[in-house]
């Protein structure tokens, strides 16, 4: 047969396929192309063989392939070779078969399987396409690559008109400005928000977070973060039960529970609010705000009603500011004021407004203190104006140091030297092999006392004392205590969970 009847028999085949067998309803496929078409019921029953260049539409889709089978009972298509499907003319779909079925508008492709929606591109073996909804579905494998980031998992959909892919199982994402790892997440193509909705872990090159609920926006940084939240940096960590974070401003919030750790300067700031600026390096802690100092010995622990955390003139050093009924608790030491300030490059901290220190068996008042600790050599107490000094001799009786200022000394985390400078004052309990023997009272402006296991050993008057020595008898009960005194144990955190009980107020007598 010549190639000019051949032609002409292929125009009448397509001119009069409408006719036979094909329904011109919007619900039948409708073949408008292809090169060879035939009938064999030996090979496939009720199937139209259509071969080279074929073209199928159905309502506002169109497909192009190498060769199809057109199944005129159940208005079927099975497609093969270079399937190329175009929806609403926006809508792309590429793979080596495609089974189409124009009654459920479903579509399974497979074999190098790709869908592509304007800048997005969904890549895969297997793929089910609800022309209806436009969803796409797998469940072995596939990717999606948008403008910003590329995205694997094992389970996915991606509904088209939502512009919304739901990913579950190995969930991976890659971009330029971080990386994801999760179990299940949501994530919006056009506004490149990620929905958390498993445990996921994100990282840029500053920071690291995990959450198993939120969201998450991939453009800016920025994150709401519920359910185990957690963000990482080089020198920090953030938890708590929600954490609101904006990367561009450096703002962050952490709400109950909360709690950010400063790893360099070894500091953890607690509370159930906690507001912070990770550019400025500023936090804020209130409602059951605890700062926390710790080391490889002990660990501080101090409660106020506000505690703030702003970097120091020095790099990478920080003051933490502590104000409103603080109060401190470390197995050595513990203290009480109305505020405080904690320098971390030298270890310094400064109590403000009745100031109360215990050490031990030693409890230190004065206007102002300062505990400073020294790399080489004892720390210091700094007690500034009207400083006074008791310690609890036995039942009833106190040995008592005043004066203008005094500086104390602590070895061991024991207090074992006092110098007292100005306007001196001491009452303290002498005692010989057999116990108390009397009372000793001495005045001098200067002052040195030196103590072991917190009892005075030995006391050394820098100019002539004017004192005596009351016997244990004859101790009148207005020179048993020096002007001030106050034993403020009541109000004494004996334990780190005693720094958070509310005492009434008590006037420290200066």
């Known amino acids: 047969m010549s190639l000019k009847s051949n032609n002409i028999k292929l125009v009448l085949i397509l001119l009069l396929l409408p006719v036979i067998g094909l329904s011109q309803t919007r619900k039948k496929v409708n073949i408008e192309q292809a090169e060879f078409l035939e009938f064999n019921e030996h090979i496939v029953k009720n199937a139209q063989r259509l071969i080279g260049n074929v073209i199928i539409s159905h309502n506002n889709v169109r497909m192009w392939c190498d060769s199809a089978y057109s199944y005129t009972d159940t208005n079927m298509v099975d497609a093969f070779g270079h399937v190329h499907i ?12 495609l089974n189409y079925n124009s009654g459920t508008k479903w579509a399974r492709a497979t074999g190098n399987v790709k869908l592509v929606n304007k800048s997005t591109t969904l890549t895969s073996d297997t793929l089910d396409f609800d022309m209806t909804r436009n969803v796409g579905y797998y469940n072995d494998y596939g990717t999606i690559i948008d403008s910003t980031s590329t995205l694997h998992s094992k389970i996915g959909e991606y509904y088209v008109d939502d512009n919304k892919a739901y990913f579950k199982t190995d969930v991976e994402v890659l971009s330029e400005d971080y990386t994801l790892d999760s179990d299940t997440l949501i994530y919006d193509t056009k506004t490149k928000i990620v929905s958390i909705v498993g445990p996921t872990r994100i ?11 939120g969201f998450y926006n991939s453009i800016t940084g920025s994150a709401e973060l519920f359910e185990n939240p957690e963000i990482i940096g080089k020198e920090q960590k953030v938890n708590a ?23 360099r300067n070894r500091m953890i700031v607690k509370g159930n609010r906690i507001v912070y600026n990770d550019l400025q390096e500023t936090a804020m802690a209130t409602d059951s705000a605890l700062f926390m100092l710790y080391s490889e010995k002990d660990t501080l622990f101090l409660h106020a009603d506000t505690l703030k955390s702003v970097p120091d003139t020095v790099p990478d050093e920080k003051l933490v ?3 409103f009924q603080v109060k401190f608790f470390r197995d050595d030491m513990q203290g009480k004021c109305d505020s405080m300030v904690y320098w971390s490059k030298d270890s310094t901290i400064q109590l403000y407004h009745e100031p109360v220190v215990w050490s031990e068996n030693n409890q230190m008042t004065s ?5 400073i600790t020294q ?3 004892p720390d210091l107490v700094r007690m500034e104006q009207n400083a006074f000094i008791v310690a609890m001799e036995d039942s009833g009786r106190y040995n008592q140091i005043k004066g203008r200022d005094m500086l104390g000394y602590i070895r061991n985390n024991e207090l074992y030297k006092i110098n007292v400078d100005g306007n001196g004052q001491s009452v303290y309990y002498a005692r010989d092999s057999k116990g108390l023997i009397g009372l000793n009272k001495a005045q001098s402006s200067n002052i040195e006392i030196y103590l072991d296991s917190s009892k005075v050993k030995k006391i050394v008057f820098i100019k002539a004392p004017d004192g005596e020595l009351l016997p244990i008898l004859d101790i009148p009960e207005e020179d048993k205590e020096l002007p001030g005194f106050q034993w403020l144990n009541a109000i004494r955190p004996k334990r780190m969970e005693d720094i958070f009980k509310k005492h009434q107020e008590t006037k420290i007598a200066r």
């Open 86 to 97: 175009l929806k609403d003319d926006t809508l792309h779909m590429y793979s080596d078969y």
């Open 203 to 213: 990282r840029d090159e500053e920071t690291a977070l995990y959450a198993e609920s």
């Open 241 to 263: 039960d929600s954490i609101f974070y904006d990367k561009p401003t450096g703002d962050g919030k952490a709400v109950g529970n909360a709690r950010i750790e400063d790893f």
């Open 321 to 323: 500011l502590a104000y």
């Open 367 to 371: 206007e102002y203190i300062e505990m």
């Open 375 to 377: 790399a080489n050599g």
